[in-house]
């Protein structure tokens, strides 16, 4: 049974760091296979892709919004990806997912919500 498992997220005052993480479990094929990637849905918004890195981790991509101030790592030996974020805004708050594509294959986790409020 594939799993994607969100964790981190929580309320965090403007310009504090938040890191979330995601645990997976039950690919059909290896983990270091997948792209991974964060997309966050805030309140009423479609959902947007906030960042991805590639297979090998290689090479990483990010929305402009957070270029700068947010940081996405995987770890092929734990199976995990994590997406590090500094100088949060309001405008971050929503939920976060992690996703997992490699060719028809795409999954999804349940989100980790973030809320950046004072």
């Known amino acids: 049974q594939v799993q994607l498992v969100e964790s981190g997220g929580g309320l965090v005052q403007p310009g504090g760091s938040l890191r979330l993480s995601c645990a997976t479990s039950?690919?059909?094929?290896?983990?270091?296979?997948?792209?991974m990637m964060w997309y966050r849905q805030a309140p009423g918004e479609a959902r947007e892709l906030v960042a991805y890195?590639?297979?090998?981790?290689?090479?990483?991509s990010y929305t402009d919004s957070v270029k700068g101030r947010f940081t996405i790592v995987r770890d092929n030996a734990k199976n995990t990806t994590s997406l590090e974020m500094n100088n949060l805004r309001p405008e971050d708050t929503g939920v976060y997912y992690c996703?997992?594509?490699?060719?028809?294959?795409?999954?999804w986790g349940k989100g980790t919500l973030v809320t950046v409020s004072s």
């Open positions: 890195i590639t297979s090998t981790g290689e090479t990483t």
């Open positions: 996703h997992a594509l490699r060719g028809f294959d795409a999954f």
């Open positions: 039950g690919f059909p094929y290896p983990f270091n296979l997948y792209i």
